[in-house]
C-alpha cells in the first residue's frame, strides 16, 4: 500500500511538472510573439553620400558642404556613423538606437548620440544625447517616430582654453518624424527636431524638415531634401535662421 501510494505521488509530480512545462512552453511563444527582441531576418547595410546647399545660411553654415553616413539597421537595433566637411568646420556623429518591437504594431526603446564639432582654431563642442524613443507602424505604408530626452554639451574655447577648459551646459531633445511609404518605392517624410544630426544647439531653434527618397533600383535610394532652422520659435517673433536643400545618394547592401 504504501509503494502503490508513492506511485500516485510520483504519477502526480511527473504529470505537474509535465502542466509547468506545457504552461512554460506556451508562455514562452506567447513572449516571443509579443516581443521581438532583434530581427534576425532583416539585415541592411547602407552608405550615403549627400550635398547641402544653403539658401538662408547663419554664421555656422555659409557655404555649401557634403556629408558621408555609413548605417546599419537590423530591425530593432540601428546604427549609424556621419562626418560632414563644409569651409573650416568638421562634424561627426555616431549614434545607435535600440528599440525591441511589440505585437508587431510598435517599438519603444532608447537612442544614444555623440557629436563632434570643431571650428577650426575657434572652437570645439562635444555633445551627448540620451532619448527614450517610441515607433509607431501603422502597416506597410506609415510609420510615426518620437524621441524625447536631454543631451550634454562641453565647448571648449581655444582663447581661454588655458584659464577654463571647458564649458558645461544641459539642455533637452525632441524629435518628431512622420514617414509615408508609397508605391513600394518611395518615401515621403516630415520631422520637427529641437536638434539635427550634424546640428546641435543649446536654445530652442526647431529644425522643420521635408524629404522625398526614391528607390531607383533595390541597391539606389536618391533622397532630396529641405530644412528650414527657425530661432526664437517659443519665445517671441519666429524668424527662419537657415535654410537649406540637401542632395543625397544611397547604397543599400
Not at 10 to 38: G, H, R, T
Not at 65 to 82: K, P, Q, Y
Not at 225 to 235: N, Q
Request: aromatic share 20%.
Amino acid at each position: 500500500m504504501k509503494t502503490h501510494g508513492r506511485m500516485k505521488k510520483y504519477e502526480k509530480a511527473f504529470f505537474l511538472s509535465l502542466f509547468l512545462l506545457f504552461f512554460i512552453n506556451a508562455f514562452l511563444n506567447a513572449q516571443e510573439k509579443k516581443v521581438q527582441w532583434f530581427s534576425t531576418d532583416k539585415k541592411l547595410f547602407s552608405a550615403q553620400w549627400g550635398a547641402s546647399l544653403p539658401f538662408r545660411g547663419d554664421e555656422r553654415n555659409p557655404a555649401p558642404s557634403e556629408d558621408f553616413i555609413i548605417a546599419a539597421d537590423l530591425g530593432e537595433l540601428r546604427l549609424d556613423s556621419g562626418i560632414k566637411y563644409q569651409c573650416e568646420q568638421l562634424d561627426l556623429t555616431n549614434r545607435i538606437i535600440y528599440m525591441p518591437t511589440f505585437f508587431n504594431v510598435f517599438q519603444a526603446g532608447f537612442g544614444f548620440t555623440w557629436h563632434f564639432y570643431r571650428y577650426f582654431k575657434e572652437f570645439t563642442e562635444n555633445d551627448f544625447i540620451f532619448t527614450t524613443r517610441f515607433r509607431l507602424i501603422k502597416g506597410p505604408v506609415f510609420s510615426f517616430e518620437a524621441a524625447s530626452g536631454f543631451f550634454l554639451k562641453f565647448a571648449a574655447i581655444d582663447a581661454i582654453r588655458k584659464y577654463k577648459p571647458y564649458i558645461f551646459n544641459l539642455s533637452y531633445q525632441n524629435e518628431l518624424l512622420c514617414n509615408w511609404h508609397v508605391l513600394n518605392r518611395a518615401d515621403i517624410w516630415c520631422a520637427i527636431n529641437l536638434q539635427d544630426y550634424f546640428d546641435y544647439p543649446l536654445a530652442i531653434s526647431p529644425f522643420v524638415k521635408l524629404g522625398l527618397n526614391f528607390e531607383a533600383s533595390p541597391e539606389i535610394v536618391l533622397g532630396l531634401d529641405y530644412t528650414m532652422k527657425f530661432i526664437d520659435m517659443f519665445y517671441s517673433a519666429v524668424y527662419m535662421n537657415e535654410s537649406l536643400l540637401r542632395f543625397t545618394f544611397k547604397v543599400v547592401l
